[in-house]
């Protein structure tokens, strides 16, 4: 069904962030509450993988804190694992990943560059901004 694979895939994000959590990139999801907010992380993947074609690839953020359950949540099903750490300022943890998997595919997990948001003043680091405001792409490499 297009519409269902469209308002899972506008909803992807993190499915149990909270708001206080988050910094607003301006503006609000077209597809608000259609994230999953049980926090059942392992339900949710596995259905957004019900959509794709063998060899279909999954992306998602998640909260860094869960990319062990995102892992054990694909084991076995999708492969060739790509993560990007998303940190909120240079020095931190980073709390959020972007995590690309391809349906049926093995291969090694692959740490990527990450992206260090904000500036100690708050105000989004010059790559950020170029990704955030301007639509450029990441500043690494994600095929």
């Known amino acids: 069904n297009p519409e269902r694979r469209r308002a899972l895939m506008e909803g992807f994000g993190c499915p149990d962030a909270k708001e206080e959590d988050a910094t607003p990139a301006g503006g609000t999801s077209p597809a608000s509450g259609t994230s999953p907010t049980s926090g059942d992380l392992a339900d949710w993947i596995t259905a957004s993988l019900r959509l794709l074609a063998p060899g279909g690839r999954l992306n998602l953020v998640q909260r860094g804190d869960r990319l062990d359950e995102v892992i054990q949540a694909l084991a076995g099903r999708a492969g060739a694992l790509k993560v990007i750490p998303l940190w909120p300022k240079a020095g931190l943890p980073a709390k959020r990943v972007i995590v690309q998997a391809q349906k049926g595919a093995a291969g090694r997990l692959e740490l990527l ?22 639509g450029a792409g990441l500043p690494c490499v994600m095929s």
């Open 113 to 134: 560059p990450g992206l260090v948001l904000h500036q100690a003043d708050g105000r989004f680091t010059p790559a950020a901004h170029k990704v955030l405001r301007e």
